[in-house]
């Protein structure tokens, strides 16, 4: 039996690459009253990067609930990409990574919302309409590593579209032919990111970017 919405429901997309999860989120989402009275239209599902950052272009959703971590593009990449392409739609993070580097990263972001999968959902339905009104919300376990967490540089969306290319074995010639850009632009970018995170070879560059949860080791394969 489906349910049904006012006009007036915010609507959703919700991108995991877990089909469990993905209808658990759903239900309550779409349960009058759970999360806000009217519930939240979910106009889409996605399994992958490349699904979640197409569904978003077409139903250009209020709110967009989004794994990290997932194939074809990770949720950082897709990130940058969503908010060119639907500037209004507020992101909000679902993550079993708890790197401090990937937490700060995220947080230099447009990204408006950060939970973990480990924790209770309640947490996430209960600070959803505060999101959905413009508001900002980090989960508590987040919030207890970042005070723990020395500084860790920010980079810009470029230089981590960049960092993913160069761990997935992508040459300057190949990163600049796939960003439309000239290959001594991607150098200039991977100096300074290098220079950033001061390391000073890309096994360095790795390593650092693995240990602050910077990158997915999906990325590898």
Same mark, same amino acid.
């Given at each position: ?25 759903? @239900? ?7 999360? @806000? ?10 399994? +992958? ?19 990290? /971590? ?16 639907s500037p209004n ?26 939970? /973990? ?9 209960? +600070? ?23 500084s860790t540089p ?9 960092? +993913? ?6 040459? +300057? ?41 910077? @990158? ?6």
């Open positions: 039996m489906s349910t049904t919405h006012t006009p007036t429901s915010p609507t959703a997309v919700i991108a995991d690459d877990h089909h469990i999860v993905r209808q658990g989120l759903r @239900i309550a989402l779409e349960s009058k009253g759970l999360v @806000i009275p009217s519930g939240i239209h979910v106009v889409a599902e996605a399994e +992958n990067g490349l699904e979640a950052l197409a569904a978003v272009k077409q139903h250009q959703p209020d709110l967009l609930l989004l794994d990290i /971590s997932m194939p074809l593009a990770g949720g950082a990449e897709v990130i940058l990409d969503i908010q060119r392409w739609t507020r992101i909000v993070i679902l993550t079993g990574i708890h790197a401090p580097g990937l937490i700060v990263q995220l947080l230099g972001t447009e990204v408006v919302g950060i939970f /973990s999968k480990g924790s209770d959902l309640q947490e996430l339905y209960q +600070n959803l309409p505060l999101i959905l009104q413009g508001g900002r919300y980090i989960a508590k376990s987040f919030e207890k590593i970042l005070q723990a967490q020395h920010i980079l810009t969306g470029r230089e981590q579209q960049i960092l +993913n290319m160069i761990v997935s074995g992508k040459t +300057n010639k190949e990163i600049a032919q796939q960003l439309l850009i000239s290959p001594k632009t991607v150098d200039k970018h991977r100096t300074s990111l290098m220079d950033k995170l001061d390391v000073h070879s890309v096994a360095e560059l790795l390593a650092y970017a693995f240990r602050e949860g910077l @990158i997915d080791p999906d990325h590898l394969l």
